[in-house]
């Protein structure tokens, strides 16, 4: 099921003052433990630098280079953030959000994109962290045909992460990357 990603971000605006008030100490060292507070450390503003294979799934190599930025902000407790993207690059414009849940009982993370140009969701990446490296799949369609889909975040220091996606078309015995993201704190 899609939804309007405007209702999802109207919804976290809604309820993000009220779970936030009601939040103590306590529950916050028990979700630092299980994973809850586990992007922490992207809430602010970063220069974003992404690279994008032009046609997935196609045997190309060509890729495109964007520029932009990523703002992140927390809610919930920071057990919910949001992901606005705006990249411009040769191949036109990538505007989008990420709206990034935790699951307290499944101790995973969902993330669910969506472009504004077709304002519906993706179907959610979903997984968790393990030392310092978030890994998170989906099962989709590209082009009509059915894919896994892979969400890698990895070498994240204080000022600077890596985000990865690929896709497989054979059930996830191959992936082929797709989108690399750079991103560098802006200060």
Request: charged share 20%; proline share 4%.
């Amino acid at each position: 099921m899609r939804y309007s990603w405007r209702w999802l971000f109207a919804a976290a605006l809604f309820f993000a003052p009220a779970c936030a008030s009601a939040q103590q100490q306590p529950a916050q060292q028990t979700a630092q433990a299980d994973g809850a507070r586990d992007f922490d450390w992207e809430i602010g503003t970063w220069r974003t630098h992404l690279r994008r294979l032009q046609n997935p799934l196609s045997g190309s190599n060509t890729w495109v280079e964007y520029d932009g930025t990523s703002i992140v902000h927390g809610f919930l407790g920071r057990r919910a953030n949001l992901v606005e993207l705006s990249i411009i690059g040769p191949a036109g414009t990538i505007e989008g959000l990420s709206l990034r849940l935790y699951n307290p009982e499944t101790r995973q993370w969902s993330l669910n994109y969506a472009s504004i140009r077709s304002g519906e969701l993706t179907p959610p990446v979903v997984g968790s962290f393990v030392d310092g490296r978030g890994e998170f799949y989906a099962d989709d369609t590209f082009n009509g045909r059915p894919i896994r889909v892979r969400f890698v975040i990895s070498d994240i220091t204080e000022n600077s992460a890596r985000f990865e996606q690929a896709f497989s078309a054979d059930g996830g015995r191959t992936w082929e990357v797709n989108w690399i993201a750079t991103d560098t704190r802006v200060r």
